[in-house]
DNA sequence: GCCGTTTTCGGCCCGACTGTTTTCAGTCG
């Protein structure tokens, strides 16, 4: 349990509060409670012996419940809600534009599900409802349709945490075993959690417990919080072999030919006549390519690009940020806090700029040879123009230009704001590319191959967002850029916590095959700096 | 449900966008 958990089970409640007809105050109490928890930095034990009512927006009554939650590890107030509302009525918060109020209307519509509400849409009943029409319907017609696709998948971290707990379950059992499947090959989401054990199928069986359900063959059967689960099981003269195949991609073991038996991948490989693979370049759309000779590892990098502080909505002050930095390493970072315009996230005025500009200089002169850049994530306006006027913007280090909002233009308008953007000669950065929030948005439509190859053109840096909700610049669009393009992994971290995001987007880096060189987090900061010569 | 007092209630709450409206409700970042 984590303070994490704790605010998305008050987000829940708050959710599920409104579509059953709570209205107003108290509703929103539970929501700034769950934002508190959320932006909470230190570890849950030091909170509960403190008690929860020291952070703002949680008094005490939400405090009592909280340290009941963690000591019970139940929260009853949800479970009673969750009774009240059908499954499929929850999984409509899925549909992005859709809120507890137009959810409670489709409920008392009789609409219950995410199928049920793809039929209706299909069949015009939802225009005909008050309050939506022809548009709206459309709207939730193809998001519904997203996240019906999107229904049984995870994101990568909680499909790694739901691994992990697996394999010790079935070490504390005694059982050897590997993680296997699109986990191991780190692809975004997983939709299944597959596990190659060195055991017989009765003993993995036993370790699992609630967990399993059957057993077909050598394989064991089960589920994990709506995952289904596989474990395959192996003798030890074919692990590696079976490793290999449980690993996937289908596509790509296939094409590998008749596989011979090894005790471990290197095994296989070297009967194969092969040099090995990693697993993050096993992918269908690897097939074909030759694995790089040398990816891009966390060593090799030696700045952090892409964070935020509290001067907009991160929760911890430039000192502690960097101090964080330092711990973990990195020779510099560049921060970058919001822009005038996301007054949602507390964006930058330009007398914030003034004080934040002078408290960097004064730790970095405290702090060298840590260097701090300044940075800016400047939203890129509706017509691409960037938030400030270019006597500003030109007193940057770095500028990153990212999309916060106008995600449904004409695929026609917003490539030319996407161009224009990237045209802009104090854009250093384009970050966070599409602006996709994985399984839950899709990125805004334009055509990247125009906008990259203006990026490669101009010597622009595309960022891979390390987010784990966003992955974005997608991999396998940037793939085919790999060799013409300079990307930068950007944890976009609002905590010292988020710099651990970095992890993400070096995975997604090795999917797209960079070598150091080819990854701006490698440079000196110097180098950093002469990007903006002749500006 | 929280908070802060004009101490035991009454006010909480940002701004933009979208689609539905004809003045606003719902959602989102």
Redesign the pocket.
Known sequence: MTTKDLARMLGETADLMEVLGES???V???R??ARALERYEGELPELMAAGF?R?????????GALAEIVQTGEFDYLEELRGQVPPGVAELFMV????????RALWQAGIDSLEELVRAAEEGRI?AM????????Q?FLEAARFALANLRRVHLPVGLEAARLLLADLERAGVYAALAGSLRRRLETAGNVDLVARAAPEAVLTALGEHAIEVRGSVVHGRLEGLPLRVFCAGEREFGTVLLRATGSEAWVRALGALPAGPDEAAVFAALGREPVPPCWREPEHLGLAPPARLVERRDLVGLVHLHTAYSDGSASLRTMAEAAIAEGYAYMVVTDHSQTA???GGLTLEDLERQWAEIDALNAELAPFRILKGIESDIL?DGSLDYPDEVLARFDVVLGSL???F?LPPEEQTARLLRAVANPYLTVLAHPTGR?LL??KGAEADWERVLARAAELGKIVEINANPWRLDLDWRRALAWRERLVFSIGPDAHAPEGYADVAYGLWMAQKVGLPPERVANTWPAERWLTLREGV
């Open positions: 107003g105050f108290r929103s109490a539970y700034k409670a009512d952070l703002p927006g949680i008094g005490k009554g939400l405090a992005q534009g859709l809120g507890p109020k137009r959810i225009a008050p309050g939506f029409g022809k548009k709206t319907q709207t007054a949602y996230a509706p916060h909002s106008h449904h929030l839950r948005r």
